[in-house]
């Protein structure tokens, strides 16, 4: 079964407003990348975090890795129509190296 | 450089036909993924190749074989197609970071 979920599956926000995707892990991961999907097109990788508790920025994007480092999310500021697509987040774990991808996050940006 | 190139782009096919989705990548990695995408349900790994020579099973592999042909191409077979195996086919490379998509491949069996 899925081992790694997202929530919200959906999320639709008005331009100018916050959103944050979670991700969640049944066990414990030895890193975590976050990938954006473009309508119709294909994911393109955003950021990796590795450290427990690593927080990292990228202009209005926030990512976190979790203390356990089980959970992970991503937090947009003021969001824009460019952000529409659906974000996911991927582990990986110690023992090889598959991308455990999460379900997903779709985001709309109402203008 | 192309990055992660697959053919074809769209295809349809009737049940019980079979078909080679084409992977190749120029970024000299070592390993080397293939996806399916379906509504609600995320990336789920069909197969996967860490280095040249081998292949292990992911998470959905019933219905699929591949072949890693050298380090640049991967392919994925599907030998009877199935209604059930209509998706989207997203081959991936990575060298233990980041990992690269192709453009997709979108299946449609009726």
């Known amino acids: 079964g899925q081992q790694v979920m997202q929530i919200p599956q959906y999320q639709h926000v008005q331009e100018g407003e916050d959103f944050t995707t979670y991700c969640n892990s049944s066990?414990?991961?030895?890193?975590i990348q976050w990938y954006k999907q473009r309508p119709g097109g294909h994911p393109v990788f955003l950021i990796q975090?590795?450290?427990?508790?690593e927080v990292k920025k990228q202009k209005r994007l926030t990512f976190q890795f979790g203390e356990a480092k089980k959970n992970s999310s991503l937090h947009i500021t003021a969001t824009q129509t460019t952000d529409v697509g659906t974000y996911f987040c991927?582990?990986?774990?110690?023992?090889?190296?598959?991308?455990?991808f999460g379900t997903g996050t779709s985001l709309t940006v109402i203008p | 450089n192309a990055g992660v190139t697959q053919t074809p782009k769209f295809q349809v096919l009737k049940t019980g036909q079979s078909m080679t989705l084409q992977c190749a990548q120029d970024?000299?990695?070592?390993?080397m993924y293939w996806y399916r995408q379906d509504p609600g349900m995320g990336l789920r790994l069909i197969y996967y190749?860490?280095?040249?020579?081998?292949?292990d099973k992911g998470e959905v592999p019933n219905g699929y074989n591949v072949s890693r042909l050298n380090k640049r191409e991967f392919s994925l077979r599907l030998e009877s197609a199935a209604p059930s195996q209509t998706s989207v086919y997203f081959c991936?490379?990575?060298?233990?970071?980041?990992?690269?998509f192709g453009q997709g491949t979108r299946l449609t069996v009726v």
């Open positions: 991936a490379s990575s060298e233990w970071a980041e990992a690269f």
């Open positions: 991927a582990g990986t774990k110690n023992t090889g190296n598959q991308f455990y």
């Open positions: 066990t414990t991961l030895s890193n």
């Open positions: 970024m000299n990695h070592n390993s």
């Open positions: 975090l590795v450290k427990s508790g």
């Open positions: 190749s860490a280095s040249e020579g081998t292949t």
